[in-house]
Each structure stands twice: as C-alpha cells, then as structure tokens.
C-alpha cells in the first residue's frame, strides 16, 4: 500500500500518467507534499510514538523516501518541474563518502528525531538503489556527481560481503533469491537498479550478482 512502489512499478511497465487519471491524481498528490526549506519529498507514513506505544499517520519522509519519490518523478517526465528541481538538490547535496565509498546514509527523518537503524556514517544500500531506479532516463551530464561511484559502492556491498557490511543488510539465503516485485533488498532488486548503466553491467561484481 505504499504509493511511491506502486507509481515506480507501473512507470516501469510502461504506464504514463496520462495514461489513466488515477495515476495522474497521484503523482500530483506527491508534488504537492514537499518539505519547502530542504525540498525533500515526504511520504504518508504510519509512524510510532514511543510514548503512547501506538502509531499514527502523518506526511514525513526518510531519505529513502525521497530519492524513490524523485526516480518516480523522472521517469513520470518531470523533470522540468520546479518542484522536481528543488528535490533533485536536495537529493544531490546529500551524496556523501560513506564507510563503504560514495553513496548516500541514513540521515533522520525530517519532523521526527528517528533514523534507520544502521551506522551512522555505512552506506544505505536502498537509498542507493532507489536513486539509480529513475535517473538513466536523463540526460548523464545531468546525473549527479558521482552517482556511478555510487552504484559502484552498491555492487561492491556484495564484494566485500566476507569483510565489510552496512549494518542488517547481509547478503545470504534471502538475498540471493529475487523476489519481485523488487522493492526490498535482494539480489533481483540491486540488478534491476543499475541494469540501465553501461559503466555498470560491465562490472564484476554485476556479473558474479547475475551468475
């Protein structure tokens, strides 16, 4: 039931929003909830309140969030859309060296003190991936800088699996059998992220993943 899977996946199959009006409806609804000082996209969210012990709906965002909600948006055609640009900064200044090389950490989300669960400066290998999902339909010298170091980091938590890992993102029975659709993080979702980059397919550790 969550919004942004559901747009990315029918985008994915080919559907465009002026294709049906619910999908239209709906990604408009997105661009009408955007944090306006950092330009991040927030989500509707069930969020826990440790103090009743209950949880409660309410428009937030984890940056994981955020950069599938821009993938949705290029590949919706929008990137012309001011409100598209001023995401795109945001998702952009956010690429940082990590423990594991270029990618993008778990920071908190934004109206709330709570962040994932992982270490403070590891990778997010989702939040990765998401942003791979939509930014091979632009133009490349409009990619951010280094987002292919950014996928490389993605490929190579799966090298380097034996000596290093972001914290609870391992890569055993569950990961290696792909489950579509490819919202969580296994081995079909990180292979459908960066199948749409020539640098990255021809990589080792993309061969090994599709072996």
């Not at 969210?45 to 440790?50: G, I, L, Y």
């Not at 908190?108 to 962040?115: E, F, G, H, I, V």
């Not at 010298?141 to 996928?151: D, K, R």
């Amino acid at each position: 039931d969550y919004l942004p899977n559901q747009l990315w996946l029918l985008l994915d199959w080919g559907v465009k929003p002026k294709d049906d009006s619910r999908m239209k409806n709906a990604i408009e609804k997105i661009l009408n909830h955007q944090d306006e000082e950092t330009g991040q996209f927030l989500a509707y969210s069930r969020t826990f309140d440790r103090k009743t012990k209950t949880k409660f709906p309410m428009w937030t965002s984890a940056l994981c969030d955020h950069n599938l909600i821009i993938s949705v948006l290029l590949l919706a055609g929008l990137k012309e859309d001011k409100r598209v640009q001023k995401g795109i900064k945001r998702l952009n200044d956010l690429l940082t060296n990590t423990t594991q090389g270029k990618g993008w950490k778990c920071v908190p989300w934004l109206y709330q003190k709570r962040r994932g669960p992982g270490r403070v400066n590891d990778v997010c290998p989702m939040i990765v991936a998401d942003a791979l999902r939509g930014y091979w339909v632009i133009d490349q010298n409009e990619w951010p800088y280094g987002l292919m170091e950014a996928g490389e980091t993605l490929l190579n938590c799966w090298m380097n699996r034996a000596e290093d890992k972001p914290y609870m993102f391992g890569h055993g029975k569950n990961f290696r059998l792909p489950r579509a659709p490819f919202f969580w993080y296994n081995v079909g979702t990180i292979l459908d992220a960066v199948r749409h980059y020539p640098e990255l397919i021809k990589t080792q550790p993309f061969r090994e993943l599709l072996s």
